[in-house]
């Protein structure tokens, strides 16, 4: 039997296919490879000197997925594939929703047809909504999300729970990601984003290697200690055994929700200061603007899935900027090369 992981080409998918593998576990990987790269999927294999099966399909392909179940006994699906970047979620909200909501919506009908009920589910901190006190627990309810990206994860949430409100046999772990970076400790896999990164971390790696000249910190007058904006940001191979973890919870039937973070708020200053630190590199940075719909400062309350999962951040920050130097100074253009 094998885990089916969607978007196992992409960052967090690759990353946890060398979990999964290095823990003896059988992988299939699809992946329509919009944001994915074939050549990460080999990189894994380097890494862990086990073959990958990879299947070029997309979760919006009913007869795709029918043939990909007949053909692999799977067990349980890991689904990170989707469409992730909030700005471009704003101007393009059917591609969002057809991607994430409705490409959910066909892998479930193919999962029931051929039984196959225990999903780990890739959400998203964004699900808590601009109200919810700091820190975020699971046991808030789910707040109003402020861009189409942020609603295709609490539409999907929401299904999922119908799901198994509808059938007991379903299992579903929603796991909700803080901010994860870093890169595996090979250098080989890591962050390679398509055209101008949106996040603060392939920004700083990107300003560090000579791709961008300078960064921008999105506001210096928050209520916050410096006055940027905090985030929990965790290490991408903490996030990635945090799945393996999830596939302990799905073995029982019912909805389990787990905040994957660290617990800690860091500014965006503390980040540029410490990648700094950790390289010698020096990041040229100016203030500029707040982006629109970014919060001052959350983080996870990540007890529950210590207590439930036994899993905790075990990388430090330093780890974080050490392995995502690594990774951007071996592969300047990412996997294009
Ligand atoms: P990613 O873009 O690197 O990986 C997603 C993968 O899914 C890509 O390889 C892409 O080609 C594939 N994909 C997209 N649409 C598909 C489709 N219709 N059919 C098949 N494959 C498809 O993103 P990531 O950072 O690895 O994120 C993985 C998941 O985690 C996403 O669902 C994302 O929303 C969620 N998430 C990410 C973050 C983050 O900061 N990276 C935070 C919270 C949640
Ligand atoms: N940020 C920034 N400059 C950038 C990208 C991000 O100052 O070029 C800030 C952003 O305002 C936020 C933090 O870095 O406060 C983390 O942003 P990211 O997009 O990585 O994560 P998210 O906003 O999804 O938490």
């Not at 399909?57 to 349980?76: P, S, Y």
């Not at 909700?176 to 920004?203: K, T, V």
Request: charged letters at 20%.
């Amino acid at each position: 039997m094998a885990i089916l992981v969607t978007g196992g080409a992409g960052y967090i998918g690759s990353h946890t296919v060398v979990e999964l593998l290095e823990a003896g576990l059988e992988v299939v990987v699809i992946d329509n490879l919009c944001n994915g790269s074939r050549e990460a999927v080999r990189r894994v294999e380097r890494i862990t000197g086990k073959p990958v099966r990879f299947v070029q399909c997309d979760i919006r392909d009913r007869q795709g997925l029918d043939a990909l179940f007949r053909e692999h006994a799977i067990e349980a699906v890991i689904h990170f594939a989707g469409l992730k970047a909030v700005g471009e979620s704003v101007g393009k909200p059917l591609e969002y929703y057809e991607n994430n909501v409705y490409g959910t919506l066909v892998l479930c009908q193919a999962m029931e047809a051929v039984g196959v009920r225990r999903m780990v589910f890739s959400s998203s901190a964004t699900v808590y909504g601009a109200e919810a006190p700091v820190p975020y627990v699971e046991t808030t309810t789910r707040g109003t999300t402020s861009n189409p990206y942020g609603t295709s994860k609490a539409m999907v949430e929401t299904l999922l729970e119908d799901l198994v409100v509808a059938d007991k046999r379903w299992s579903v772990a929603l796991l909700r990601y803080f901010n994860p970076i870093g890169a595996h400790p090979s250098g080989l896999i890591g962050e390679d984003p398509q055209g101008i990164p949106n996040n603060l971390m392939p920004f700083i790696a990107q300003v560090a290697v000579g791709r961008r000249d300078e960064l921008t910190i999105f506001g210096s007058d928050y209520p916050t200690t410096d006055g940027t904006c905090e985030r929990d940001y965790l290490h991408v191979v903490d996030l990635a055994v945090g799945h393996l973890k999830a596939l302990k919870a799905v073995e029982a039937p019912g909805v389990s929700i787990y905040n994957l973070g660290t617990g800690q708020g860091v500014s965006v200053l503390e980040m540029v200061g410490s990648f700094t630190r950790v390289t010698g590199v020096e990041v040229p940075y100016r203030f500029g603007d707040r982006r629109p719909g970014d919060l001052p400062a959350f983080w996870a309350d990540a007890s529950k899935a210590a207590q439930e999962l036994g899993w905790s951040a075990e990388k430090s920050l330093d780890e974080m900027m050490a392995d995502t130097w690594r990774w951007q100074s071996a592969n300047p253009q990412g996997y294009a090369e």
